[in-house]
């Protein structure tokens, strides 16, 4: 697959191992995100939000995001959010995760 960004060309020769389907799967999920962000115009260039996060590990850029915002602001309601997130302690990049977190923070 060829892509064109900022005027220069790259080439996705492989997308996933050819002999997992599942891996062929996630691959061409992924693909497809990463398209459709930059039809949007909402490419992430450093490709940080389409890398595969561990579910049993909270999504540490989030909370490190988090940590900074309200070292920077000092609110209180940032400080909650940040300890919410914390104590979930799982990953929040996909609808479906946080739909499961908003279902916990109701149940909590």
């Avoid at 497809?32 to 962000?37: F, P, Y």
């Avoid at 579910?55 to 959010?81: C, I, K, N, W």
């Amino acid at each position: 697959m060829r892509v064109r960004l900022d005027g220069n060309d790259y080439f996705i020769n492989r997308l996933g191992r050819f002999t997992d389907s599942v891996a062929l799967a996630k691959a061409g999920t992924i693909s497809a995100r990463i398209w459709q962000d930059y039809c949007s115009g909402t490419l992430d260039y450093s490709l940080e939000s389409y890398q595969p996060v561990p579910e049993e590990s909270a999504d540490e850029s989030l909370v490190q995001s988090l940590r900074q915002f309200y070292l920077s602001t000092g609110q209180g309601r940032v400080r909650h959010a940040l300890r919410l997130v914390e104590a979930y302690g799982k990953p929040l990049r996909t609808k479906q995760q946080v739909a499961v977190f908003l279902w916990w923070m109701e149940e909590r």
